[in-house]
């Protein structure tokens, strides 16, 4: 139930570049924030290269139309033009003195300034699995939110503010990198939208011949052996001794041959027709459920259940610090239960824990439940930071107030970690306690199990970037300056399935959180045991 609805009646309630080592910039907005401003730095030594240049043309055209009006006066009357001693005298010194002078203004190299800034600069640039790991990004957004080639290449998105879009060229790179992971499905869906930008008379350096060489091995790959067949033609007819497409159209003649020597049944042949139409990935359930959710669909919450959520002032339980300013709090859903404070942090809070972890970003981990350390995944896509309460006022007195309206004690608990996620930034499904089979998942801390996780949201995102439970078809969506909390363990200890979560790609938009994940130890009083496993 929103808050702002009750309030007042309460109150009354990739495969190009070559760069540096791999820093994962495409996991952060906040690292990605300065790439912007490196290639500011560019732009402006770029122009001063420029400047240096048009002014060293300027000084060689001002000689030459010096030159050339005193050699035609010269060449007109030589011998009488050489009587004067002065231009005797003045045509001796130019060749041996100031030609020379020219030689080395034509030779002097102006770019070095530039070419200076720029080895300097290269260093912080992102390499081949940086945008390898951006277009994947943009594939993967396509994917949650449903989102066509067109509308994507056009920039056609919810609330941005810096419409922008894909050429046909950078359609044609998309779709290498999705043939590179043999992802055939969406090799076709850029290759086809860069054809078609192309057709429609788009000026670009992108190849007619090298899409539809991609394009038609990559329908062939999914079984349409006839659109395979039309677009291996059609590059023949734009090059007909490409030696691969003539192989290829001799081959597929031959299977399209042996098929119909097979007498294959027209319903058999339907059939096929069908299935290649539909070329998506063959996701499990809990993946389908997900990004329904990302997208806010297929939620399960009845009216029946939804009469049972309200909003409250919260005191903690009789808490000293919150009896005569309770704060906001609001249900979002039942079982789990999953409940909201709002305006729980502040804008400069917000800002402190930013500025304190943006210097340590680092590529998001997770536990390994076979080694039970710490590694990066596929399927965790951010920048995160860890902050202890030792080292700012800020940290410690939000992790005071976290105790405080929670009831648990937090020096069990794991460190603040602050989290960005940038292009597509993502976190899949997964449990944030440690199943019976990893026994070894917390060992290192020695607090037992993750009992409860608190979660911040930092910013607002104008698009996507939800906290999505598929188990119970929930989704929490990000509102600056609130918080969510839920208990992964029930009271006897036992994990509760139902917690199994995601973070939603951000769509658009830049998303900052930061939680805390609160341990068994230290809560024997706070959160007596019960005997029953599921309560």
Same mark, same amino acid.
């Given at each position: ?81 050489? @009587?004067?001693?002065?231009? $005797?005298?003045? /045509?001796? &010194? %130019? +060749?041996?003195?100031?030609?020379? !002078? ?120 999914? @079984?349409?052996?006839?659109? $395979?067949?039309? /677009?291996? &033609? %059609? +590059?023949?007819?734009?090059?007909? !001794? ?130 039970? &350390? ?162």
């Amino acid at each position: 139930m929103a808050f702002n609805k009750v309030w007042c009646a309460l109150a009354l309630g990739f495969l190009l570049p070559f760069s540096c080592a791999h820093t994962d910039f495409f996991t952060s907005i906040g690292h990605m924030t300065d790439l912007i401003n490196t290639e500011k730095d560019l732009v402006v030594s770029l122009k001063d290269y420029i400047k240096a240049e048009e002014s060293k043309l300027e000084q060689i055209k001002k000689w030459a139309e010096k030159l050339d009006q005193l050699t035609a006066t010269a060449t007109k009357d030589p011998e009488g033009f050489l @009587g004067h001693p002065v231009n $005797a005298f003045k /045509l001796m &010194k %130019r +060749l041996n003195t100031e030609w020379g !002078e020219l030689e080395s203004l034509v030779l002097k190299d102006m770019s070095d300034g530039f070419i200076s800034n720029m080895t300097i600069q290269r260093q912080f640039f992102p390499n081949d699995e940086d945008q390898t790991g951006a277009a994947k990004a943009l594939l993967r957004l396509q994917d949650t939110y449903n989102l066509d080639t067109d509308t994507l290449s056009r920039g056609n998105l919810p609330g941005v503010k810096h419409k922008s879009f894909l050429t046909a060229e950078d359609c044609f790179e998309l779709g290498k990198i999705a043939y590179t992971e043999a992802d055939y499905y969406h090799t076709e869906l850029w290759m086809e939208q860069a054809l078609k930008q192309l057709d429609e008379g788009e000026v670009s350096s992108a190849d007619k011949v090298y899409i539809l060489d991609y394009l038609s091995y990559a329908v062939y790959q999914q @079984g349409d052996l006839g659109k $395979a067949m039309a /677009l291996t &033609k %059609r +590059l023949l007819e734009l090059d007909p !001794e490409h030696q691969r497409a003539n192989g290829n159209m001799k081959y597929f003649e031959y299977i399209m041959a042996k098929e119909k020597e097979g007498n294959k049944s027209s319903t058999e042949s339907e059939e096929q027709e069908k299935e290649t139409e539909v070329k998506k990935k063959d996701y499990l359930p809990e993946r389908r459920k997900y990004e329904m959710l990302c997208r806010g669909e297929g939620l399960k919450m009845t009216p029946r259940r939804q009469k049972r959520l309200f909003c409250r002032y919260y005191d903690g339980n009789r808490n000293p610090r919150y009896i005569l300013g309770p704060v906001k709090q609001e249900d979002e859903w039942d079982k789990p239960r999953i409940v909201r404070f709002l305006d729980i942090i502040s804008d400069e809070e917000i800002e402190t824990v930013k500025e304190l972890a943006k210097p340590r970003l680092s590529r998001a981990t997770v536990h390994d439940p076979e080694t039970g &350390k710490l590694t990066t995944a596929h399927y965790r896509v951010s920048k995160s930071a860890w902050l202890s309460g030792y080292e700012s006022p800020v940290v410690s007195r939000i992790n005071t107030r976290i105790q405080d309206l929670t009831g648990l004690d937090v020096s069990t608990a794991e460190e603040l970690q602050v989290a960005n996620y940038g292009v597509g930034g993502q976190y899949e499904p997964h449990f944030d306690f440690g199943r019976k089979d990893e026994p070894d998942a917390f060992k290192e801390l020695g607090t037992g199990n993750r009992i409860a996780t608190w979660l911040f949201y930092m910013s607002d995102v104008a698009a996507g970037g939800a906290t999505v439970f598929p188990e119970v078809g929930a989704s929490v969506w990000p509102r600056k300056g609130t918080a969510v909390f839920w208990y992964n363990l029930f009271p006897s200890g036992e994990g509760d399935y139902s917690t199994r979560h995601a973070a939603c790609p951000v769509l658009v938009g830049n998303k900052w959180v930061s939680n805390k994940w609160l341990h068994e130890r230290g809560q024997e009083f706070r959160r007596p045991c019960t005997l029953s496993e599921l309560e």
